[in-house]
């Protein structure tokens, strides 16, 4: 299952005042649709459904990080727009060889800067952060392709394919091998 910080930080509710109002007439309109493609039974309303849903669920999650609420659950770097330019490098390009430096430079900011601030508002170093984004998109090629492990290890930046089966051991449990024959 993969992870992500602000959704492992969620409340178990949420709870965002005026949403409706603020959000406009798409959220009504949003929501009739959803309601006839749930009672119609056409063809591909179930994916409909939930395509909107999600747009809803990400909706929401950005008000809520604009939010107060955002900081006390700890989510306050999401909403910051040098740690998303950091974010977004990492997610963009996970193979590519990221240092603390290059997010730096793409966040502008200072190394120091970065780090502290990452380590503040998202409680995570840019490092560790970068290391689960290789592991889950590692796990998802391990599950769902049958790429050898050499070509997985490469695709999120790994030089070696021993590099990357000691990461992925030391994170996951088991080793890439192992992994992928368990599923």
């Known amino acids: 299952m993969a992870r992500h910080p602000l959704l492992e930080r969620l409340p178990p509710f949420l709870l965002l005042k005026d949403y409706g109002h603020l959000s406009g007439r798409w959220l009504d309109m949003t929501l009739q649709m959803i309601g006839d493609e749930a009672q119609g039974?056409?063809?591909g309303s179930e994916m409909i459904v939930l395509k909107m849903s999600e747009i809803i669920?990400?909706?929401t999650l950005r008000a809520f990080v604009a939010s107060e609420g955002a900081e006390a659950a700890g989510l306050r770097g999401f909403a910051d727009p040098q740690l998303?330019?950091?974010l977004?490098?990492?997610h963009r390009t996970p193979g590519a060889a990221s240092t603390v430096a290059d997010l730096a430079r793409t966040a502008g900011m200072s190394r120091t800067g970065l780090a502290q601030r990452f380590s503040r508002d998202i409680a995570l170093t840019p490092m560790s952060e970068?290391?689960?984004w290789h592991m889950q998109i590692a796990r998802h090629a391990l599950r769902h392709t049958q790429a050898p492990v050499a070509d997985v290890a490469e695709q999120v930046g790994y030089a070696s394919e021993a590099a990357f089966a000691r990461?992925?051991?030391?994170?996951?449990g088991v080793s890439?091998?192992?992994f992928r024959k368990a599923i």
């Open 84 to 86: 998303l330019r950091a």
């Open 57 to 59: 669920f990400a909706q």
């Open 130 to 132: 970068l290391a689960d």
């Open 167 to 172: 990461v992925f051991k030391k994170e996951i």
């Open 41 to 43: 039974g056409r063809l």
């Open 176 to 178: 890439p091998a192992a």
């Open 88 to 90: 977004s490098a990492m």
